[in-house]
């Protein structure tokens, strides 16, 4: 499969590309398959049932959440990538930086720091940031902002109008952009990015 990268996409190495489960022809193929084993991750993980508050801020449920969502697509979904990339800090330090952010978020939510939409967002940014796996960064961590918010009863975020942010367009442009603000310090255009 010919694999077409666009702006702010983690290109994968070529092991990681021979992980790739199902036999599939083109990136549309792969898209929709991803995307349908997206919607049954979403469907579990916002079941009442599923897991308590806290369980959100924990290493195994943020791994299960990535093999749920991209189990049935890649060998290596839930496992932290053993690759460094254009994105994310260098891979021996995955498991510090995560648990920092954890610390972090357990934090905010005892002091009351952020209101609960902005903590799942800047909880967001950070997961993008720390880029754990090979691929699905995003979406995994939009996933989990999601849950935050739903879990913890945030006014919901819409990640600029609900669009498919896999698309090069200019509403993907606009997702990046505002990451690299935050990544320079300034959250307010990925706070209205992911409100608006």
């Known amino acids: 499969m010919q694999y077409h990268y666009i702006a702010g996409q983690t290109p ?3 092991e990681e590309k021979r992980d790739l489960i199902p036999s599939l022809v083109t990136r549309e193929d792969l ?7 997206i919607l049954e991750a979403r469907k579990w ?6 897991l308590s508050k806290l369980d959100i801020f924990s290493e195994k449920f943020l791994l299960n959440l990535h093999k749920r ?3 049935h697509v890649w060998k290596w ?21 995560l648990h920092t952010l954890l610390g972090d978020a357990q934090y905010w939510l005892e002091h ?7 903590l799942a967002v800047i909880f967001h940014h950070r997961l993008v940031k720390i880029h754990l796996f090979p691929n699905g960064n995003g979406r995994h961590a939009r996933m989990v902002a999601d849950v935050i918010v739903a879990k913890f009863g945030g006014d919901k975020l819409s990640w600029g109008g609900n669009s498919d942010l896999t698309k090069p367009d200019d509403i993907r ?9 935050a990544d320079g310090g300034n959250y307010e255009p990925l706070l ?3 409100k608006s």
């Open 173 to 181: 442009t606009r997702y990046i952009a505002a990451l690299r603000e």
């Open 31 to 37: 898209d929709a398959f991803e995307q349908e084993n």
């Open 12 to 14: 994968l190495d070529e």
């Open 77 to 97: 979904a839930g496992t932290f990538r053993k690759t460094n990339k254009n994105i994310g800090v260098d891979k021996i330090y995955l498991a510090t930086e």
């Open 45 to 50: 993980v916002m079941q009442k049932s599923v």
């Open 112 to 118: 009351k720091t952020y209101p609960i939409s902005n």
């Open 192 to 194: 209205e990015f992911a």
């Open 69 to 71: 969502m991209y189990g």
